[in-house]
Structures are given as structure tokens and as C-alpha cells.
């Protein structure tokens, strides 16, 4: 119940492509949802995150869509560019543990 | 200052060894936190401090050791490390325990050999 699942675990996009990534959960008691990017030998960076209680959120390029009655959310990166290539981790926090819960990871790659 | 700093960026030791890393920040954050990454795995918890003391252990063998002895300051000691223990560590801070967003470090680069 405490996973975040998340999908794909690579994808390749050309540049100014739409790059999306999935994450699913269980737990209906987490109530944050932020997503990390992770460049190589670098710490994770926070990107964008949202609460339940909104659909979508929106950043520049990069937008977070969110269904709870389906436990999933995503991360769309429009107008995907080379300097977008790092991995990409989708979180999930337990209040009351004070824990982030992270999926797996994407390795994201865009082509020029 | 609105980072972490992390220090050693890399550490070589050997399995008798004794060595420690640091964590800094000063943005005034009250809670912070020790995690270990291995490669293409994502970040897992280790330690949580809040207002200095000791709030979680993941159950982290006692081979590894942390300290905080300020706000701004977190320590970790490690002696008689596994090769296994080899991965990035990494530092996090958040404003308060139990706030949500938590900021990282650039993580310090351990090999045990």
C-alpha cells in the first residue's frame, strides 16, 4: 500500500515532442505529489508537485495531471528538449510517517 | 543560501576505515534527512531529524551513525562499511517536520572497497 508505482521505466522522445510519464498508488492517505528530476551524479531536484484536491497544475513546459478516483497521476513535458534528459522520479508523502515514497524512476532521453 | 552543500563530493575508504559526511544548510529549515541512493534505484530513507533530535531510524545497521549537532549541521559517521554500502548519499532538508517539500543536496559519492 505504501508503493508508488511508476511507468515507463525508460522512454526516448524526439526534441519538441511530448514526453508523459505515469505514476499509480494505493495509499489514499498521501496527500502531496511531487515529481524529482535527477540529472547523473546530481541530487534530486524538485520539479513541480500537486495536492488531490487539483486536477492539473502547470509550470512552463511541464504540467502534472492528477485522477484520484483513479489513484494515478502523470507528468507531461511539453516541447521536450535535449536539456530535459535526466531521470525523472515520481513521489508520493505519507503525512504522518514524514516519508516521501518514491517510484522507480524514468530515464528520460530526447533526441535532437 | 537556498541549497545544501555536501561534503565530501566523493569518498573512497576501505571496510576498516572510519570517515564521516557532512550536510549544510542554512535556509532555517527544522528537519532533515539522510537517504541512499544506489544506481538507476531512487532515493531510500534513512534517518529524520527534527528540531535536532533523532525522529526516525529505517532501520539503518548501526555501522552507520548520524549526528546533528546544530540546525544547519548534519553529520554522518560510518566505520567497518560493506562494499554493498557503496552508493550516493544524500542530504535533505525541509522547513519543518513533516513538510512535504523537501530539498536536496548533490549527494557525496561512496565507494567501500
Known amino acids: 500500500q505504501q508503493q508508488v508505482k511508476q511507468s515507463p521505466q525508460s522512454l526516448i522522445v524526439q526534441k519538441g515532442g511530448i514526453s508523459i510519464i505515469n505514476c499509480a498508488y494505493e495509499n489514499t492517505a498521501f496527500d502531496y505529489f511531487p515529481w524529482y528530476q535527477q540529472f547523473p551524479g546530481k541530487g534530486p531536484a524538485l520539479l513541480i508537485a500537486i495536492r488531490p484536491d487539483v486536477s492539473e497544475k502547470k509550470e512552463g513546459r511541464f504540467t502534472i495531471s492528477f485522477n484520484k478516483s483513479a489513484k494515478q497521476f502523470s507528468l507531461h513535458i511539453m516541447d521536450s528538449q535535449p536539456g530535459d534528459s535526466a531521470t525523472y522520479f515520481c513521489?508520493?508523502?505519507?503525512?504522518?510517517?514524514?516519508?516521501?515514497?518514491f517510484g522507480q524512476g524514468t530515464r528520460l532521453t530526447i533526441n535532437p | 543560501d537556498t541549497e545544501v552543500t555536501q561534503t565530501p563530493k566523493h569518498l573512497v575508504m576501505g571496510m576498516t576505515n572510519k570517515k564521516s559526511l557532512k550536510c549544510e544548510q542554512h535556509?532555517?529549515?527544522?528537519?532533515m534527512y539522510w537517504y541512499k541512493q544506489k544506481a538507476k534505484k531512487p532515493p531510500e530513507l534513512m534517518f529524520v531529524?527534527?528540531?535536532?533530535?533523532?525522529?526516525i531510524n529505517e532501520s539503518v545497521p548501526s555501522r552507520f551513525s548520524p549526528e546533528c549537532p546544530n540546525s544547519s549541521l548534519l553529520n554522518l559517521h560510518l566505520h567497518a562499511l560493506q562494499p554493498e554500502d557503496s552508493a550516493l548519499y544524500l542530504c535533505a532538508s525541509s522547513q519543518w517536520p513533516g513538510q512535504q517539500e523537501q530539498f536536496f543536496g548533490p549527494g557525496t559519492r561512496l565507494t567501500v572497497l
Open positions: 531529524y527534527s528540531y535536532e533530535k533523532l525522529s
Open positions: 535556509m532555517g529549515h527544522r528537519a
Open positions: 513521489a508520493a508523502f505519507v503525512q504522518g510517517a514524514q516519508k516521501l515514497v
